[in-house]
C-alpha cells in the first residue's frame, strides 16, 4: 500500500526548564518542566511504508541513530510494526537553539501513531514521546504545558494548562559565534554534579507552582521573572559542575543579558531564558515585542532575529 500520515508538531520553549533525569531508561526529569508551544517553529513528518527504516529529514540536527532506536522502542513498547520510510521537515532554525528534537519526536510518534491507528490520547503519546527526547513530552499541546516528573513510566506525562489568551511573545536572538558543542543529555548529566543540584531542584518545585500561578492571574512580568531566574540558576548548574563543567554562554550572551536588564530600567516588559546554546529568548508581550526587537537589532548588528507567540498542539493532515 501507499497509504501516508502526516504529524505536524510545533517547537517549545522551556519557562521552567527540565535539566537533569532521575531514570536514564524511562527518561524521567529530575523535576517538573513547564513550557510555552511557539507558533513559528515546528516539524512536520510523514510516515509511509518502505523496505527497510530510512530517514529523510531536511536539517539533519538529530542524530539518526537516535530516530532509529526510538522507532524500535516503539516496536518493543506498543507493537511491532513493518519498516518505514520517514519524511521530516523542520522549519526550526539550525543555528536558533530552539530544541528541534521536542517537535521532532513529538511528530514522529504522533505520526506512527496514526499510521499504526494505535488508539492513544495526546497523553499516552507524550509518555511515549518522552522516551525520544525529554521536551518532546510537552510538544502535543497548545499554549502552556507542563510535564510532571512523575515516579514511573505512567506518572511522567504531559498536559495542557487551561487555555489563557495571554499576549506573551517572545524575541528569539540567535546568536552567532563558536561555543563547544555539548548535547542536552549529556549537560545536564555533568550539570546533576554541581554542589548546587539539590538547591536548584528544590527551588525549581516552588518556581513550577508560581509558575501556574502567574499564568493563570495573566501576570507577565512574574511568569518572566520566575523563568529567568529559573533558566540563569540552570546555566549556574554547569558553570559549577564538579564533571566537566562547562558553559553554553558566550560574551553575545552576557551583552544580550545586559540588555535586557536595561531594557527593564528603561520600563520594557524583557526578560532572558536560555537553552542548550547561546541564544536568548527574549520574554515580552506582542505590544512590545516589535519595539524591543528594533532596538536589540540597532544594538546588535549582528543579531538574527525573531518574533515568536503561542502555537498549537499537534495536527495531522492524511
Ligand atoms: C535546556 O529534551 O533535548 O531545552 O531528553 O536528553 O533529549 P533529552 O534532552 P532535551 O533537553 C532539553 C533541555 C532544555 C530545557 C527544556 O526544554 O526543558
Not at 517538573?32 to 530510512?54: H, I, N, P, Q, R
Not at 521530516?88 to 499504526?116: D, E, H, I, M, W
Not at 489563557?164 to 554534579?193: F, H, Q, W
Not at 518572566?224 to 554562554?249: C, K, P, Q, V
Request: with cysteine.
Amino acid at each position: 500500500t501507499d497509504k501516508t500520515t502526516t504529524a505536524k508538531a510545533h517547537t517549545n520553549i522551556a519557562l521552567i526548564k527540565y535539566w537533569g533525569k532521575k531514570d536514564k531508561i524511562l527518561n524521567l526529569p529530575t523535576t517538573s518542566s513547564l513550557s510555552l508551544t511557539l507558533d513559528e517553529f515546528y516539524t512536520e513528518t510523514m510516515v509511509t511504508a518502505g523496505k527497510e527504516d530510512t530517514l529523510l529529514i531536511n536539517n539533519m540536527m538529530q542524530d539518526p541513530t537516535r530516530i532509529h532506536n526510538f522507532l524500535d522502542f516503539l516496536r518493543e513498547e506498543i507493537e511491532d510494526f513493518g519498516p518505514l520510510t520517514v519524511v521530516s521537515k523542520n522549519t526550526v532554525p539550525t543555528a536558533a537553539g530552539l530544541a528541534s528534537s521536542a517537535s521532532s519526536f513529538a511528530a514522529l510518534t504522533a505520526a506512527v501513531a496514526r499510521y499504526q491507528n494505535w488508539d492513544l490520547s495526546l497523553t499516552d503519546l507524550s509518555r511515549l514521546a518522552r522516551r525520544g527526547s525529554g521536551s518532546a513530552t510537552r510538544s502535543f499541546f497548545p499554549g502552556f504545558a507542563v510535564w510532571h516528573e512523575g515516579h514511573d513510566n505512567q506518572s511522567s506525562f504531559a498536559e495542557a494548562l487551561p487555555a489563557t489568551d495571554l499576549p506573551i511573545a517572545l524575541v528569539v536572538c540567535e546568536i552567532a559565534g563558536t561555543v563547544k558543542k555539548v548535547s542536552s543529555s549529556d549537560g545536564m548529566l555533568r550539570a546533576m554534579t554541581s554542589p548546587k543540584y539539590s538547591e536548584w531542584v528544590e527551588q525549581s518545585h516552588v518556581q513550577f507552582t508560581a509558575m501556574q500561578e502567574a499564568i493563570a492571574n495573566q501576570d507577565l512580568h512574574k511568569i518572566g521573572e520566575l523563568a529567568e531566574e529559573n533558566a540563569l540558576a540552570m546555566h549556574e548548574l554547569n558553570i559549577t559542575a564538579t564533571d566537566r563543567r562547562f558553559t553554553y554562554f558566550n560574551q553575545m550572551t552576557l551583552d544580550v543579558l545586559d540588555f535586557v536588564k536595561a531594557l527593564r530600567a528603561e520600563g520594557f516588559l524583557a526578560y532572558a531564558t536560555i537553552d542548550a546554546g547561546p541564544n536568548v529568548k527574549i520574554i515580552t508581550n506582542q505590544n512590545q515585542a516589535e519595539t524591543i526587537k528594533d532596538k536589540l537589532q540597532e544594538k546588535f548588528r549582528k543579531l538574527r532575529l525573531q518574533i515568536a507567540t503561542p502555537g498549537p498542539g499537534i495536527s495531522f493532515e492524511d
